[in-house]
């Protein structure tokens, strides 16, 4: 079965510092694999993707995510936060072998970047 | 282009009471979904439409129904609402091309 794990409930980053947010996959076949953010009272905003290619994907708000294949993992990093960059972030899967286009969200990360 | 809407945005029933919550998209996708996002359980998928004239369930889909209207939009209905069904609930349109999710603003549900 699908999942996707985010081991992480909070993350605390001082504004300024590099920031990650951990995500690790479980799939039977090759992943698409998804990165989004979620602002207060808001739906969720899609970051960025990796479906094939540079394992070194790049998003909006200078977000990118390094895909691991061997480690099963997608963690979303950026170089230096910021304040507004504080939000709920959700990693997602789809199993591209599956023939349906279902996701599978984790759990959710919230980032606090402290000023 | 108003992306994906949702209606209501607040709604408080009582156990038992029924009601449909409504979604429509404007972006001419062919993939619809309901999910309710519950603290610490993230998103969870309740039932998704992969084109028009077919559903499926996903992760939870007891106590729920769907209705794929027509290619726009997705209803969900509660026949009898229960305390447990208490969430916020988005609907989410996802086009083949691009194989991004699109979320609406959320309905924010509570079952006296």
């Known amino acids: 079965a699908q999942s996707v794990a985010q081991p992480e409930d909070q993350v605390n980053v001082a504004e300024g510092n590099p920031l990650t947010v951990k995500c690790t996959y479980s799939?039977?076949?090759?992943?698409?694999l998804f990165w989004y953010v979620q602002y207060p009272n808001r739906g969720l905003q899609f970051l960025l993707k990796?479906?094939?290619?540079?394992?070194l994907v790049k998003g909006s708000y200078g977000f990118e995510a390094e895909f691991n294949k061997s480690q099963t993992s997608f963690h979303l990093k950026k170089p230096s936060a910021l304040v507004s960059d504080s939000a709920l972030y959700f990693c997602?899967?789809?199993?591209?072998?599956?023939?349906?286009?279902?996701?599978?969200f984790g759990t959710g990360t919230r980032l606090k970047v402290l000023a | 282009n108003a992306g994906v809407t949702q209606t209501p945005k607040f709604q408080v029933l009582k156990t038992g009471q029924s009601m449909t919550l409504q979604c429509a998209q404007d972006m001419n996708h062919n993939s619809m979904y309901w999910y309710r996002q519950d603290p610490g359980m993230g998103l969870r998928l309740i039932y998704y439409s992969a084109s028009e004239g077919t559903t499926d369930k996903g992760e939870v889909p007891n106590g729920y129904n769907v209705s794929r209207l027509n290619k726009r939009e997705f209803s969900l209905r509660l026949e009898s609402a229960a305390p447990s069904q208490t969430s916020v609930y988005f609907c989410a349109s996802n086009g083949l091309i691009t194989d991004t999710q699109y979320f609406g603003p959320g309905t924010r549900l509570t079952v006296l």
């Open positions: 990796y479906i094939t290619g540079d394992n």
């Open positions: 997602a899967v789809r199993d591209r072998g599956s023939g349906t286009y279902k996701y599978i």
């Open positions: 799939v039977s076949g090759n992943p698409y």
